[in-house]
């Protein structure tokens, strides 16, 4: 329809001029009618074009204000470019509005949230990154990152190379300790938030003082009552049929809290410190694994259990001699506790292409996946009564994980119930050091 009516005007004048062509050599001279038909063309171009051109200037109006006045096609064309802009303005208008919203929610933030380019200068920022860390806006725009957060640890952690948080002191006050977060957009850019962790920081150390000075209160009593009943059960009156279970159950039940006063204070150790380099050493995994077993020795021989050593004698890792006891102990007792008689237990230390590998695996009833991710927890055991019953504090596990990571290790733990368990703590090769050979020790 709008095409015959784009036409009609042509239409109307062609027909006319068309059928004058044809009867002109009859009554007109023959050059008059080029010449009009060439007058009529050249209007008609020339009111298309000055259409156009109306059109042009309208739309570089800022405003969709009303269109000028048009005929013909053009009518129609200047009022669905009018609907158009006037649709497109309202879309705007709706995006500014939640851009604003979104910017002012930003603003309000008490986290410093910052938004990078693919080169790590910055974009945006809210008003706490002046505040938290020291940045000028919209001065710094277009600056580097790294020229607040000059240390290496830090530039790796904006270039996205490290881990996604990091924790430093905030530049404005280093009392107060900030933590920082990293999400990679999808334009190579990233945003970073960086949030005071002051507070949670300081609860968590009431926490674990008040944990380490309890177990630590503990500790004295224990071992007083420990003594007595000791005393008691040497003593005749210990001999006596009615009190002397009564005295056995006591003692179990005061070594039972002894180990877990033991482990909490373990625990608070590692939270409270970390590892100093001046109190490491060279230390013989293999000579720990020989005093542990010996340890173990009447229980293992009760169990008629069977040990596979595969233990590099001179391997030595620089580490503190407490850490790797606890690693070493925690994982050889709970294969010996939890892999039932006459079944095997294969112990492993080596040097691997992705690390040092202390690994112990049993051939026990193993752990059902959807435990596995929580054995490592403060106090979870998966059958509650089999482990108190055998002794345990549920806190081995929590204890070897975090003994490990102080070293940027990793604790893996692969099982299958029925076939067995196998943990593997794995420590950064640069750990590795070579032990004389007179420490290098023969397996039992
Ligand atoms: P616990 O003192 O109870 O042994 P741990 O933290 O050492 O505490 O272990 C947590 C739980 O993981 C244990 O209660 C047990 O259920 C499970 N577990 C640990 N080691 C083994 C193993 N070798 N075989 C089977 N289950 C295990």
Redesign the pocket.
């Given at each position: 329809m709008k095409n015959i009516r784009a036409w009609a005007l042509p239409l109307f004048l062609w027909v006319p001029l068309l059928l004058s062509l044809i009867l002109s050599p009859l009554s007109w001279g023959v050059a008059i009618w080029p010449a009009a038909l060439g007058l009529i063309l050249a209007l008609w171009v020339g009111w298309h074009r000055q259409q156009l051109l109306n059109l042009t200037a309208w739309f570089q109006q800022p405003r969709a204000v009303l269109p000028p006045l048009a005929a013909g096609i053009w009518e129609e064309t200047f009022a669905a470019g009018y609907h158009w802009r006037r649709d497109q303005e309202a879309v705007h208008r709706q995006l500014t509005a939640q851009l604003v919203q979104l910017r002012d929610a930003l603003e309000a933030m008490p986290d410093a949230v910052l938004l990078l380019d693919g080169r790590g200068q910055l974009r945006w920022v809210n008003q706490s990154s002046t505040r938290l860390l020291r940045l000028q806006w919209p001065e710094d725009m277009g600056k580097p990152l790294r020229y607040w957060l000059r240390t290496p640890q830090m530039q790796r952690f904006v270039n996205g190379e490290s881990t996604s948080s990091i924790q430093m002191p905030a530049p404005t006050n280093p009392q107060h300790l900030l933590e920082g977060l990293r999400y990679p957009l999808a334009d190579a850019g990233a945003l970073i938030i960086f949030r005071d962790i002051t507070r949670i920081r300081h609860l968590e150390m009431v926490r674990q003082d008040f944990v380490a000075n309890v177990s630590h209160e503990l500790r004295s009593p224990l071992t007083v009552i420990r003594g007595f009943v000791e005393t008691l059960i040497d003593s005749p009156f210990g001999g006596d049929a009615e009190v002397s279970p009564q005295l056995k159950l006591m003692e179990q039940q005061t070594l039972r809290m002894q180990s877990l006063v033991e482990d909490l204070l373990t625990l608070a150790r590692m939270e409270t410190a970390g590892v100093n380099p001046d109190e490491c050493e060279t230390v013989s995994v293999a000579a720990l694994v020989d005093d542990y077993l010996c340890a173990l020795q009447d229980r293992i021989r009760a169990k008629a259990l069977v040990l596979a050593l595969r233990m590099d004698h001179g391997l030595g890792i620089f580490s503190l001699n407490v850490d790797l006891g606890s690693i070493v102990r925690?994982l050889l007792e709970?294969?010996v506790?939890?892999?039932p008689s006459g079944r095997r237990i294969e112990i492993v230390w080596e040097r691997r292409d992705n690390g040092l590998c202390f690994m112990v695996s049993?051939s026990?009833?193993?752990?059902a996946p959807e435990y596995l991710h929580r054995?490592?927890e403060r106090f979870?055991?998966?059958?509650k009564g089999?482990?108190r019953q055998?002794g345990?504090?549920?806190?081995?596990?929590?204890i070897v994980k975090h003994a490990v990571e102080r070293y940027q290790g990793c604790l893996e733990v692969q099982?299958e119930l029925g076939l067995g368990?196998c943990?593997t703590a794995r420590f950064p090769l640069q750990m590795a050091r070579a032990l004389p050979l007179a420490e290098a020790v023969s397996d039992p």
């Open positions: 925690n709970n294969a506790k939890y892999t049993d026990g009833d193993g752990i054995i490592t979870y055991r998966v059958d089999r482990s055998l345990g504090t549920g806190l081995g596990l929590a099982s368990s943990f």
